[in-house]
């Protein structure tokens, strides 16, 4: 059984086609892994998992990246993407950020999805009988991954 839950705020800060505000306030597992969070990402988005992608720290959306190695040390320069060791990776082993950094989500670096996770407030007990990760707060519609556009 999990002995602490993280709350996490997870807005979409950039996409190709993001026209709305989407945000959403979820609680995970503290054991929960990268590639755990990489699907939790595509069920909150209901985007197809058709495309690479990778999370990240930065000062700012578009600051300088450094990458999370498979010994969980923060690196600039390194660019692990698309599940390996990487998504084997808990988050009590990405929390604390390096200082200053946020954690970001990138998906399809083609129309650019990119998602910053805030990790809110003190660690959290687990609710017997509750499933994690739970949505607890939901701003905005689902960003339409591929949008029809009229001719």
Known sequence: MMKTIYTLSIECVWGAYLKDRFLRIVEVPTDMTL???H???QDLTGFDDDHMSTFY???TLRGKKVWL?????????HD???GGPLWD???HNVFPLPKHKKLYYWFD???DWKFEIRKKGKDGTP????KYPRVIHKEGPKPEQYPTFEE
């Open 35 to 37: 590639g755990e969070m």
């Open 39 to 41: 699907f939790l990402m």
């Open 57 to 59: 720290a930065a000062n």
């Open 69 to 77: 190695t498979d010994s969980g040390e923060w690196e600039e320069g």
């Open 80 to 82: 692990a993407v698309d």
């Open 89 to 91: 990776i808990p988050l």
């Open 109 to 111: 670096f083609g129309d």
């Open 127 to 130: 609710v017997s009988g509750v």
